[in-house]
Nanobody, 114 residues
Framework: QVQLVESGGGLVQPGGSLRLSCVVSGFTFRSSVMSWYRQSPGKERDLVAT????????NYADSVKGRFTISRDNAKNTLYLQMHSLKPEDTAVYYC???????WGQGTQVTVSS
Protein backbone atom coordinates (compact mmCIF):
# COMPACT_ATOMS: atom_id res chain seq x y z
CA GLN A 1 0.00 0.00 0.00
CA VAL A 2 1.47 3.32 -1.10
CA GLN A 3 1.50 6.06 1.52
CA LEU A 4 2.93 9.56 1.53
CA VAL A 5 2.38 11.34 4.84
CA GLU A 6 3.26 15.01 5.16
CA SER A 7 3.82 16.86 8.41
CA GLY A 8 5.36 20.07 9.69
CA GLY A 9 2.86 22.64 8.48
CA GLY A 10 1.41 25.33 10.69
CA LEU A 11 1.00 29.03 11.32
CA VAL A 12 4.11 31.18 11.06
CA GLN A 13 4.75 34.91 10.92
CA PRO A 14 6.16 36.56 7.79
CA GLY A 15 9.91 36.07 7.69
CA GLY A 16 9.68 32.86 9.67
CA SER A 17 10.74 29.31 8.83
CA LEU A 18 9.18 25.88 8.68
CA ARG A 19 10.37 22.43 7.68
CA LEU A 20 7.98 20.04 6.02
CA SER A 21 8.51 16.28 6.02
CA CYS A 22 6.99 13.53 3.90
CA VAL A 23 7.42 9.92 4.98
CA VAL A 24 6.94 7.47 2.15
CA SER A 25 6.14 3.76 2.04
CA GLY A 26 4.91 1.20 -0.47
CA PHE A 27 7.19 2.05 -3.40
CA THR A 28 10.91 2.38 -4.11
CA PHE A 29 11.58 5.83 -2.73
CA ARG A 30 15.31 5.98 -3.49
CA SER A 31 14.78 5.62 -7.24
CA SER A 32 11.87 8.04 -7.42
CA VAL A 33 12.03 11.66 -8.49
CA MET A 34 10.17 13.47 -5.73
CA SER A 35 8.52 16.85 -5.59
CA TRP A 36 6.61 19.33 -3.50
CA TYR A 37 3.53 21.08 -4.87
CA ARG A 38 1.30 23.67 -3.29
CA GLN A 39 -2.24 24.85 -3.79
CA SER A 40 -3.94 28.00 -2.55
CA PRO A 41 -7.74 28.37 -2.42
CA GLY A 42 -9.16 28.99 -5.88
CA LYS A 43 -5.84 28.36 -7.60
CA GLU A 44 -4.23 25.49 -9.44
CA ARG A 45 -1.77 23.15 -7.78
CA ASP A 46 1.71 24.47 -8.60
CA LEU A 47 5.09 22.79 -8.61
CA VAL A 48 7.41 24.13 -5.90
CA ALA A 49 10.51 21.95 -6.12
CA THR A 50 11.83 18.63 -7.39
CA UNK A 51 14.73 16.37 -6.44
CA UNK A 52 16.19 13.34 -8.21
CA UNK A 53 16.65 9.94 -6.63
CA UNK A 54 20.12 10.51 -5.23
CA UNK A 55 19.46 14.11 -4.27
CA UNK A 56 22.10 15.62 -6.49
CA UNK A 57 19.77 17.49 -8.83
CA UNK A 58 17.16 19.93 -7.60
CA ASN A 59 14.90 22.43 -9.29
CA TYR A 60 12.77 25.24 -7.87
CA ALA A 61 9.97 27.50 -8.91
CA ASP A 62 11.22 31.06 -9.37
CA SER A 63 8.99 32.23 -6.55
CA VAL A 64 10.83 30.14 -3.95
CA LYS A 65 14.43 30.12 -5.24
CA GLY A 66 16.88 31.13 -2.56
CA ARG A 67 14.31 30.66 0.22
CA PHE A 68 13.28 26.99 0.02
CA THR A 69 15.47 23.88 -0.02
CA ILE A 70 14.28 20.41 -1.01
CA SER A 71 16.20 17.42 0.31
CA ARG A 72 15.77 13.74 1.01
CA ASP A 73 17.01 10.99 3.28
CA ASN A 74 16.74 7.73 1.37
CA ALA A 75 17.64 5.70 4.46
CA LYS A 76 14.55 7.09 6.18
CA ASN A 77 12.29 7.19 3.11
CA THR A 78 11.70 10.84 3.86
CA LEU A 79 11.44 13.96 1.75
CA TYR A 80 11.92 17.44 3.22
CA LEU A 81 11.18 21.03 2.33
CA GLN A 82 13.01 23.64 4.39
CA MET A 83 11.32 27.01 4.02
CA HIS A 84 12.87 30.30 5.11
CA SER A 85 11.84 33.96 4.75
CA LEU A 86 8.22 32.93 4.41
CA LYS A 87 5.79 35.36 2.85
CA PRO A 88 1.99 35.57 3.07
CA GLU A 89 1.83 34.43 -0.57
CA ASP A 90 3.43 31.15 0.46
CA THR A 91 0.22 30.29 2.28
CA ALA A 92 -1.12 27.07 0.77
CA VAL A 93 -1.62 23.37 1.27
CA TYR A 94 1.69 21.67 0.48
CA TYR A 95 1.70 18.23 -1.10
CA CYS A 96 4.37 15.60 -1.49
CA UNK A 97 4.30 13.84 -4.89
CA UNK A 98 6.29 11.14 -6.65
CA UNK A 99 6.77 12.44 -10.19
CA UNK A 100 5.61 10.24 -13.08
CA UNK A 101 3.18 8.43 -10.77
CA UNK A 102 -0.19 9.17 -9.25
CA UNK A 103 1.19 9.01 -5.72
CA TRP A 104 0.25 12.05 -3.62
CA GLY A 105 0.18 12.83 0.05
CA GLN A 106 -2.84 14.27 1.82
CA GLY A 107 -1.25 17.69 2.19
CA THR A 108 -0.21 19.89 5.08
CA GLN A 109 -1.42 23.45 5.60
CA VAL A 110 1.09 26.28 5.76
CA THR A 111 -0.26 29.67 6.80
CA VAL A 112 1.96 32.75 6.82
CA SER A 113 0.30 35.59 8.67
CA SER A 114 0.96 38.14 11.36
Amino acid sequence: QVQLVESGGGLVQPGGSLRLSCVVSGFTFRSSVMSWYRQSPGKERDLVATINGFGGITNYADSVKGRFTISRDNAKNTLYLQMHSLKPEDTAVYYCHALYTNYWGQGTQVTVSS
